[in-house]
């Protein structure tokens, strides 16, 4: 690797792809935010010096060669690697769909300190989830946030149409909450109960620490889960495979 640029960063393993026989393409959440693009040569060879560093939703320090289309792996020294996750079909659905919205809104060559961070805290907490209607919330509220903060935030003090305090219908397309009167043109509005929209309310303004600890039944976590699926799917305009599997879709 005699003449290429090499610089290190800590980075959060997305999405592998299959290169060749021994070869993976490691789609990455650098510490910075931004995503990256490498090649870890030997990577699927058994007892290979990297296979343990680049699992899905590892957070590794890597020392990356620059490349024209894709970078190389020089180096890796594995950090977190999020053990309670593995061999755990929950949690790897779940922290899944963490993975899946983290590569779709983080960009190359786009710096978000906000990202990394979160993403890491929403790999945890799939770790410290103590059921499947926690883990969805963590899935749920995770999507939110990361939307909310990307520029796709919902309206939910009041009707995204005519701005009525009374809101009992929620809508993607629409862009939020919706009164029953504008609900009625709105096709797919889907009618909550007031605890329903409250719950929505504090995905996007409570940490993971306080959504671990609260009470929620199964159906409620399920609903919010659907509705996370449901925005990021029509705002990122992508079909979320993880999410769909997660929601049982």
């Known amino acids: 690797m005699a003449g290429r640029r090499t610089y290190r960063t800590r980075a959060v393993v997305l999405d592998r792809t299959k290169l060749g ?5 490691l789609s990455l959440l650098a510490a910075d935010g931004s995503e990256r693009r490498a090649v870890a040569k030997g990577a699927r060879k058994p007892g290979g010096r990297l296979a ?18 894709l970078d190389v792996v020089s180096e890796a020294s594995l950090v977190e690697p999020h053990a ?10 779940a922290a899944s769909a963490v993975a899946e919205v983290a590569r779709l809104t983080c960009y190359e060559d786009a710096p978000d300190g906000f990202l990394f961070p979160i993403c890491s805290r929403a790999l945890t907490a799939c770790e410290q989830a103590s059921d499947q209607a926690h883990l969805d919330l963590v899935a749920a509220a995770y999507a939110w946030k990361v939307l909310a903060h990307g520029g796709w935030r919902p309206e939910l003090g009041g009707c995204c149409a005519c701005g009525d305090a009374d809101v009992t219908y929620f809508s993607a397309l ?14 797919g509005a889907q009618e909550l109960s007031a605890g329903e929209m409250a ?3 504090a995905l996007l303004g409570c940490t993971f620490d306080e959504l671990l600890a609260a009470e929620v039944d199964a159906q409620t976590a399920a609903l ?11 705002h990122l305009d992508a079909r979320l495979r993880a999410m769909e ?3 049982g879709a």
Request: charged share 25%.
């Open 21 to 25: 026989e021994t070869d993976l393409i």
């Open 52 to 69: 343990g560093r680049v699992e899905l939703f590892c957070e590794t320090d890597f020392l990356l060669a620059a490349g024209r289309s």
């Open 84 to 93: 309670r996750l593995r061999g755990d079909y929950e949690r790897v659905a």
């Open 174 to 187: 629409a862009g939020g909450a919706l009164c029953a009167s504008c609900a009625r043109e709105v096709a």
């Open 199 to 201: 719950w929505l309310r």
């Open 224 to 234: 919010l889960l659907a509705l996370a699926h449901s925005w990021a799917a029509t």
């Open 245 to 247: 599997f997660l929601a």
